[in-house]
Nanobody
Framework: QVQLRESGGGLVEAGGSLRLSCTAP????????MGWYRQTPGNERELVAK???????TYGEFVRGRFTISRNRAGNTVFLQMNSLEPEDTAVYYC???????????WGRGTQVTVSS
């Protein structure tokens, strides 16, 4: 069982910033895609951002240039820098690692992000 270690959630005022991080075990297979999804009660989980081993990034439409996803050199940690946060960004954010060549996907437990107005 691959465990993903998430950190960085919390409470912030509108317009503020938070940085999420997620670390996978060093043995995680590559190439892989690391990313963040979010979910609010009663809604489906949606993509926030994801990044491939080659650093190709994809963002959800609602990001609108406010967030930046990146990976460390070792390739097992993903960061999500979130700026200009809005109350609508309040959600549980989940780390995801997808390893296509073995058709496996892993999820973190989630970290709460709350943006007050």
């Amino acid at each position: 069982q691959v465990q993903l270690r998430e950190s960085g959630g919390g409470l912030v005022e509108a317009g503020g910033s938070l940085r999420l991080s997620c670390t996978a075990p060093g043995t995680i297979l590559t190439p892989n895609i690391m990313g963040w999804y979010r979910q609010t009660p009663g809604n489906e989980r949606e993509l926030v951002a994801k990044i491939t081993s080659r650093a190709d990034a994809t963002y959800g439409e609602f990001v609108r240039g406010r967030f930046t996803i990146s990976r460390n050199r070792a390739g097992n940690t993903v960061f999500l820098q979130m700026n200009s946060l809005e109350p609508e960004d309040t959600a549980v954010y989940y780390c995801n690692v997808d390893v296509p060549r073995i058709s496996r996907t892993y999820w973190g437990r989630g970290t709460q992000v709350t943006v007050s107005s």
